[in-house]
């Protein structure tokens, strides 16, 4: 994988050095029809049976994220939903 360094400085003290960071290199998209004729170069299937099963994983993994579950998918990761707020005061009625 390519990266590059970028420097950037911590908005909470900025009177401290710049720091360096490694940022991935975006090298382009890969669509999921590729990716459909990829898993036929390796398997028995045709394309449009690789197609329906990524197709039927993509309309399925939101359900269970939606149910507050990880999704495992083997070596290339767990999906989990992740979010951040603002706190605030409790309002009493």
Same mark, same amino acid.
């Given at each position: 994988m390519k990266y590059k360094l970028t420097e950037r400085k911590n908005p909470q003290n900025p009177q401290a050095a710049a720091k360096l960071y490694a940022t991935? #290199?975006?090298? $382009?998209? !890969?669509?999921q029809k590729e990716i *459909? *004729?990829? !898993? #036929? $170069?390796l398997s028995s299937l045709v394309r449009g049976d690789v197609a329906n099963v990524i197709d039927s994983l993509i309309d399925t993994v939101p359900k269970y994220l939606l149910m507050g579950k990880s999704v495992s998918l083997g070596e290339l990761g767990t999906l989990r939903i992740s979010f951040t707020s603002e706190s605030c005061y409790r309002r009493r009625i």
């Open positions: 991935p #290199v975006n090298e $382009g998209k !890969i669509s *459909a *004729a990829d !898993i #036929v $170069g």
